[in-house]
């Protein structure tokens, strides 16, 4: 009997932190025979056309882009709260125009020839309401959870932590009084941590716990889905997997997705990444040029993501620790890091004055290139997965300054089971971050320890993603899945 073509419907969470790996997937799939729709919001079709110039979203042979509304009003857009809007929104509003595409979709032809029905859906986290849309297709669903498996854990812990009564917090003194140290030795798979970084979620005075209940049901929804996809490999996080496989036998782990990218690049697949590089802010290219005339090592790279928001003081801090050190420094400062929609503009002119020549400032970097490149000798990052994961599978050690969701655990993991991290305390100071970004990217042993430790994470994410290698198999039973759903 032949077999159908298995198409997967893939659509993230509208934002570079869920885009980014789902594209990754995407491209890894059709690279593997898999026919994609990517679905983009409307905005960020429009976002897209103008930083690629268009030509990459008209798609090629077996992967093409679909665009639905996401619903939010300009106001809304606007608001310092539009992502919690943006997901209420699409939760609302995006489920029916989802079903209408797929089915829209098996009637179409590219090129004479008809488009296969949509066999799966492929969501990340935070857009659970697509599990309905599959279950009205009656295809199955798979998630692709855009974090760590510790963090996925801690997240699914949310509810006992809620239902114990750690959270939410009785009044604001504990956010301070040393509550947030309690030790949490309990959740399986987990080394004892601090409570504090669990997750951000817990930090919540709301009686209702409106956040931090949004955020246990998206992850516990994830048990309706018939695979959870994660961006990690099994030598990363072994004991968590373990726990995990005990609730989710379909464990699929294909990570870092970057690093499995590259390997298909080499491994003659069709093209991967040809759409991978989309991203929704226009890249800096002449950061590289920068990079090129720097000593190998001798650069520290900060970013922290896409949606990240720190006060004027914060930013001050860190820009007058990062002076202090002496040493290059590349600073992806995007418009609306800074509170109140700034960016680059809020850096106090005297410290571009008393760093010109050894620092630039971007708006937006080409992240994997710019952690690739030999100059890079260390990252100050929110402890974002992605970033995290780009970091480990580009050897680079991390100083980390976590700020919300799992980014906490991903730091704790980073600093302690890994041992490619320095940490910075909540309370930004500039004497801190001078002496952590001296000591990373100083000779002191600790160093080398650091730059032994990241070198050796290299090359097992490398071996994960290479023919053979864990994640490399875990995606081809992954392929192998979707195939079936779809005969
Ligand atoms: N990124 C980038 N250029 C930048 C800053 C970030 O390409 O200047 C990318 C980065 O490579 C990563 C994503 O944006 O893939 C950020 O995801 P992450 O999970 O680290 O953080 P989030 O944006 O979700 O907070």
Known sequence: MERRAAHAMLFPFPCSGHINPTLKLAELLHSRGVYVTFVNTEHNHERLLLTTGGLRLRGRDGFRFEAVPDGLSEEDR?????????????KRSCGAPLVALARRLG?????????????????SGLVSFALDAAEELAVPAFVLWGTSACGFVCTLRLRQLRERGYAPLKDESYLTNGYLDTPIDWIAGIPPVRLGDVSSFVRTLDPQCFALRVEEDEANSCARARGLILNTFEDLEPDVLD?????????YTIGPLAAAMHAAA??????PGAAAGLSLWEEDAACVAWLDAQAPGSVMYISFGSLAVMSPEQLAELAWGLAATGRPFLWAVRPGLVAGDRGADALPEEFLEATRGRCFIAEW???????????VGGFLTHSGWNSTTESIWCGV???CWPG????????????????????????LR????????????????????MRRSAARWKAAAEAATAPGGSSFQSLGRLVEELRLGAD
Request: with cysteine.
């Open 397 to 399: 050690p991390m100083v």
């Open 243 to 251: 726990a995990l496989r005990a609730e989710f036998p379909q464990v």
């Open 266 to 271: 080499h491994d003659g697949g069709d093209n």
């Open 404 to 427: 919300f969701a799992d980014q906490y655990i991903n730091a704790k993991y980073t600093c302690g089971e890994w041992g490619v991290g320095l940490r910075l305390d909540e309370a």
């Open 365 to 375: 970097c080409a992240q994997e290139q710019v952690l690739r490149h030999p100059a």
């Open 430 to 449: 500039r004497e801190q971050v001078a002496a952590h970004v001296e000591e990373m990217m100083g000779d002191a042993d600790r160093a080398r320890e």
């Open 107 to 123: 009637e179409r032809e590219d090129d004479g020839v008809p488009v296969p029905p949509v066999t799966c859906v492929v969501l």
């Open 78 to 90: 606007r608001s310092p709260d539009r992502t919690f809007r943006l997901y209420q929104s699409l």
